[in-house]
């Protein structure tokens, strides 16, 4: 048996030499961390390496939880902005999608499409860098027209009441035309003789759209709404990053970014490490459990 | 056919909401533009509402003859050529054998690479092993860590799968080997996806800013997007542009929006040529 295992790998050696580069970068790059998690039980120290640092057992995670003050804050902060997006930003590309589809003069809704893409591919620097220069309390547009009204100038990025409204609006700017991608192909993917029959059932347009197109949407809503309930702890921390200050920590402070500030900047990595296996489990699990929720009660799930 | 009221006022309607969608979505962009060439007295003062006014290039002049414009621009061209050209070789290394059903073990690399996307070491485990390689002030850690990614790589997979089969037994007794195979039927019938996820390898790289953050000490190794941040978001140019009365500022700051943006609006075109509505999705599945 193993000589004939071994004429059979032999068979196949090319394609494991072609594969041999890439499996090296998933163990470096991917698997490697994954081990390095560990670090988040030990008081790491960089000279004394993963295997000579102390272990100090669940450590880290009590600190986090009952002596850092923030810690509930952090919490609740990425989540809020998650839920704020499922709220406002979620629904919007899945509305815009059949608001284009219904579109009837083609060439005017290429143009609309091609100018909605575009903002996906500016980078988060420009974007936050026009939100700043927009928002600016002394030469921003915003605040001369608010100015202009007689109204207050308000000191947008100063003040944490408006942080969630900020991220959460230049999000929707950002994103809304390239997130109707997935809903045009699918709606594309909807058997066209399905309209003609509802047409002669006597459907009209409004009935139409709820029935035929926003029934062949679902199974990407679901795939969707499923990816981004797994990600209810993850945010666009490089984003916060470049748009928060201290003034506004209070709402715009989020787990990731505390575990930049912590382990890069403070080069405190065991306790940052901790903080962030503990982000990237919970985030493991919610995915379980949407996914299962998804396989439950509808036909569409990730696997 | 006939067209009721209710239906014609939706149309109508829609159409209204589109323009308003359009409007909304360039005229920040058109503004940034605008103010970049206007005077930077009018752009303080807010008279600059959409066409520039008093056009003049002097905001160009004051960053283009900043020398760590030129540095930082080279920094991010060299980045960005080496990632594309990495990304895609080692993406199609990977993506063809697994495209190979009867390969054994497939499925265990498979499931490996797809875990990645549920779970990962996060920032502090992936920074030390980047660290301990000695990668830190590197080309290597801004093109390295992120040499593969899994969708791409799973959208590709799906894409030689899909090639006719038949191809590819005929070369075989023709007496091609999996590498001639690869060469001479896959590559030149996989054009589209390689333009697709080397374009869009080319703007993530392009536009990323973190990873620099993250691994690079020295401000000659600094890409364009962290000059940008300097200039843009930290304010760091209020001392250096003082000396024309503080107003220069501004338009400086929009100049290198522009500049730092150009070249993505100009292959912006070729991008959406592209776009293939649905592979994301064919590629998670399956």
Known sequence: ?303 | MKTSMGSRLFDIGNVLLMLVLIAVTLYPMLYVFSASVSNPGLVSSGQVKLLPQGWTWIAYDRILSRSDLWISYWNTIRYTALQTALTLTATCMMAYPLAKRELPGRRFILMATAFTLLFSGGLIPTFLVVEQLGMLNTVWSMVLPSLISTWYLFIMRTFFEALPRELEDAATMDGCGPLGILFRIVLPLSLPVMMTIGLFTAVTQWNSFFDAVLYLREREMYPLQILLRTIVISDSTADTYVEDGGTFVETVKYAVIVIATLPILCVYPFIQKYFVQGSMIGGIKG
């Open chain 1, 1 to 303: 048996m193993p000589v004939q295992l071994f004429e059979r790998l032999r068979k196949f050696k090319v394609y494991y030499l072609l594969l041999l580069p890439g499996i090296v970068y998933y163990i470096v790059f991917k698997y490697v961390p994954m081990y390095g998690v560990l670090i988040g039980f030990q008081n790491y120290s960089p000279a004394r390496g993963i295997w000579g640092s102390d272990w100090v057992g669940l450590k880290h995670f009590i600190t986090f939880f009952y002596e850092t003050p923030d810690s509930w804050k952090l919490i609740r902060n990425t989540l809020l902005l998650n839920v704020y997006e499922m709220l406002f930003y979620f629904p919007a590309p899945i509305v815009l999608a059949i608001l284009l589809h219904e579109l009837k003069h083609v060439l005017f809704r290429r143009v609309v499409q091609t100018i909605s893409y575009m903002p996906h591919f500016l980078s988060t620097v420009v974007i936050v860098g026009m939100t700043v220069t927009f928002l600016s309390p002394q030469s921003g547009i915003v605040n001369h027209l608010l100015d202009a009204l007689g109204f207050d100038r308000i000191m947008f990025l100063g003040d944490p009441g408006w942080f969630r409204t900020i991220y959460v609006g230049s999000e929707i700017w950002q994103k809304l035309g390239w997130g109707t991608i997935l809903y045009l192909a699918a709606i594309a993917g909807v058997d066209p003789t399905l309209y003609e029959a509802a047409r002669i059932d006597g459907a009209n347009r409004f009935q139409q759209i709820r029935h035929v197109t926003l029934v062949g949407m679902v199974p990407v809503i679901i795939i969707l709404f499923v990816l981004n309930l797994g990600s209810m702890m993850e945010v666009g921390y490089q984003k916060i990053i470049l748009l928060y200050n201290p003034f506004i920590y209070e709402t715009a402070d989020v787990i990731n970014t505390f575990v930049y500030r912590r382990g890069i900047l403070g080069a405190n990595f065991s306790f940052a490490a901790a903080v962030g296996l503990f982000q990237s489990l919970f985030g493991f699990v919610l995915v379980l459990l949407a996914n299962r929720a998804a396989r439950k009660y509808s036909d569409t799930s990730l696997w």
